[in-house]
């Protein structure tokens, strides 16, 4: 399985971006969005199912949105009202089996991208 992230970038505090995950090499269940800063451990920040069924980190609840085009295989994290404690490395990752609702323990995961920088000032 292979993961590729894309969208990040640098951003004023109350702006916007969205990241993109497109998978291949399998038909994947279950997708999630971490994120680490320098010095913290990774954070699931949002994850999701096929059905649509989303799973949010308190600290980004009302302003990431998680979405999924199955057909293409492809993660979205919209993300707005950015703030510098949402500065890190975000990371795509995917997983054949599915909980309820979908994990955001990165430990239910083996399958990664490399990683996005966003950065928020």
């Known amino acids: 399985v292979q993961l590729v992230e894309s969208g990040g970038g640098s951003v004023q505090a109350g702006g916007s971006l969205r990241l993109s995950c497109v998978a291949s090499g399998y038909h994947l269940l279950c997708m999630a969005w971490f994120r680490q800063a320098p010095g913290k451990e990774r954070e699931g920040v949002a994850a999701?199912?096929?059905?649509?069924?989303?799973d949010y980190a308190d600290s980004v609840k009302g302003r990431f949105t998680i979405s999924k085009d199955n057909a293409k295989n492809t993660l979205y994290l919209e993300m707005n009202s950015l703030s510098p404690e949402d500065t890190a490395m975000y990371y795509c990752a995917a997983e054949l089996s599915c909980t309820f609702p979908p994990s955001r323990s990165q430990d239910d995961y083996d399958n990664w991208g490399q990683g996005t920088q966003v950065t928020v000032s």
């Open positions: 999701i199912d096929t059905d649509g069924d989303a």
